[in-house]
């Protein structure tokens, strides 16, 4: 049970006096989510393609590089790439490359499951008219599976954009850590419960968004039902 | 040298079974013939070797004098000349019908937009189909989706067309439109090879029926021939079997 003493009027007049601070926290959620979802799409999805197609120590090192990114937690990542490899002084960077790559990591298993769901015959009418290999990949099959990947990328985007509250452990200034700055500020403990609730509203309402957006997307990119599915 | 196809001699196995045990035959420009055979006898096996989508072990296959088996042949260009026609339609689920036809036109052979929607206009108003040149394979009926297939294959212009049993996939009640573009290709002088045990077509249409069993032919000829007097035991099974099941004429 919340004690009502908690949910004072005083508390949330204190974070509605501070909601620029917390917006400007709620950019740069937004602005990572967008970054590090690009490169796992740009890594993931030659990545998913190599594990389809490709062969030889490519394939085993994007497979292996798969399977630890998966098998570790996001915060053990991003600690790593910040405290101890350094790739970057901007927790930002440091954080797009952390939830990019295993976000790529993920991406690469919507990808893969993708392509391999594309019918065979689809390739062999391909090479019938005289395309290389190359081509029906490029031409029949990837079309299909990128519209087949929308609800597998869809769940990663609202994964990865609740993760990003993640960044928190390495010091960025998102939505979390503001809203922690202001309730550890002095006298205003009382508060911590109304902006938690604030922003846990702005994360309900950004993956809901974004969820239709990509409903939309998927309606309007949708192959009509019915063959291959 | 003036066959148009020469199949000499074409063994093929999967793993320690052999599919093809040796098949020879040849067909001139025009023909159509047709393979008949029970299921597992090899008639899948052999068309595939034709565009080389399946590689034979040993012998050769010449299309229009040319050696197309050999080790540095370019099987997109004997791809070009030799359309496929296949027995699920293996449409392009993406794309519209008429798209499914010019793809090949635009990216193997370079047309540019306007003329290669000239092509797959002609050929779709050919088999029927120019008033669903914008629908989806999934907004089409089997035996439209068959037509496409086969306006896909024209639309390269080749020397010869394959069918694997285009027909079969079809409810009874849609074969007929298939059968129908089918041997009007045949009239206007195209090159057939074609699987199928659609009678109907094959006493109207083909050239030539050759018989596979096993792995090999045991018989060729023209199809009255082979009807009525067929000079293999496993012929006459064979073609019993056929016109009971297809009440005589498919
Ligand atoms: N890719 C393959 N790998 C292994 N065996 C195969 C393969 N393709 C065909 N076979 C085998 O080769 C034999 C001949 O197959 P094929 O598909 O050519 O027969 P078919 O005459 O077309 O039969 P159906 O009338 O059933 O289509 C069968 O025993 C089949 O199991
Ligand atoms: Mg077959």
């Not at chain 2, 055979?37 to 068309?47: C, N, W």
């Not at chain 2, 002088?189 to 029926?209: I, Y």
């Not at chain 2, 082979?226 to 016109?243: C, D, I, V, Y």
Request: proline residues 3%; negative net charge.
């Amino acid at each position: 049970m919340i004690p009502s003493v908690v949910l004072q009027a005083n508390d949330w007049a204190f974070v509605f006096a501070n909601a620029d601070y917390l917006l400007g926290g709620t950019v740069v959620t937004v602005g990572l989510t967008i970054t590090s979802i690009l490169l796992g799409f740009l890594a993931g999805f030659p990545a998913g393609a190599i594990e389809v197609y490709g062969d030889g120590y490519l394939q085993s090192a994007v497979r292996t590089a798969g399977v630890v990114l998966r098998g570790t937690p996001i915060l053990v990542i991003m600690m790593l790439l910040f405290f101890v490899v350094s790739i970057s002084s901007s927790a930002f960077v440091v954080a797009t490359v952390g939830l990019g790559l295993r976000s790529a990591a993920y991406q690469s298993q919507i990808f893969r499951g993708a392509l391999q769901s594309v019918d065979e015959g689809q390739i062999e009418a391909a090479r019938s008219v005289g395309m290389s290999h190359r081509q029906a990949i490029g031409y029949v099959v990837v079309p299909q599976a990128l519209r087949r990947s929308v609800p597998g990328f869809q769940n990663e985007f609202t994964i990865v954009l609740k993760d990003t509250s993640i960044a928190i452990a390495i010091g960025l200034s998102e939505l979390l850590t503001r809203g922690q700055d202001l309730f550890l500020q002095g006298g205003h403990s009382t508060a911590t419960l109304e902006v938690i609730l604030f922003i846990s509203g702005i994360y309900f309402v950004l993956t809901f968004v974004t969820n239709r957006g990509l409903d939309r997307l998927d309606d309007i990119y949708a192959i009509p039902s019915g063959e291959n599915q | 040298m003036s066959d148009l196809l020469r199949v000499d001699d074409v063994h093929k196995s999967y793993g320690d079974e052999e599919v093809l045990k040796g098949i020879s035959f040849e067909m001139d420009r025009g023909d159509v013939d047709v393979l008949v055979g029970p299921s597992g006898s090899g008639k899948s096996t052999m068309l595939r070797c034709i565009n080389r989508l399946t590689e034979i072990d040993s012998g050769e296959i010449y299309l229009d004098g040319e050696n197309v088996t050999t080790p540095d042949t370019d099987v997109n260009a004997l791809r070009r000349n030799v359309g496929m026609v296949f027995q699920d339609f293996n449409l392009f689920a993406h794309l519209t019908a008429r798209k499914n036809v010019t793809l090949g036109l635009r990216k193997v052979k370079g047309l540019d937009k306007a003329e290669a929607r000239e092509i797959a206009d002609a050929q779709l108003e050919r088999v029927g189909l120019l008033a669903q040149a914008e629908s989806y394979p999934a907004e089409l009926s089997g035996g439209q989706k068959q037509r496409v297939g086969i306006a896909r294959a024209l639309a390269m212009d080749p020397k010869l067309l394959l069918f694997d049993e285009p027909t079969s996939a079809l409810d009874p009640e849609l074969v007929g439109e298939v059968v129908e573009v089918m041997a009007d290709l045949a009239s206007e002088g195209m090159t057939m090879l074609v699987v199928s045990h659609e009678m109907g077509f094959v006493r109207s249409a083909a050239t030539d029926m050759f018989v596979l069993d096993d792995g090999k032919i045991v018989e060729r000829g023209a199809p009255t021939d082979l009807f009525e007097n067929p000079e293999h035991e496993r012929t006459k099974s064979f073609l019993q079997g056929l016109n009971s099941a297809h009440g005589g004429d498919g």
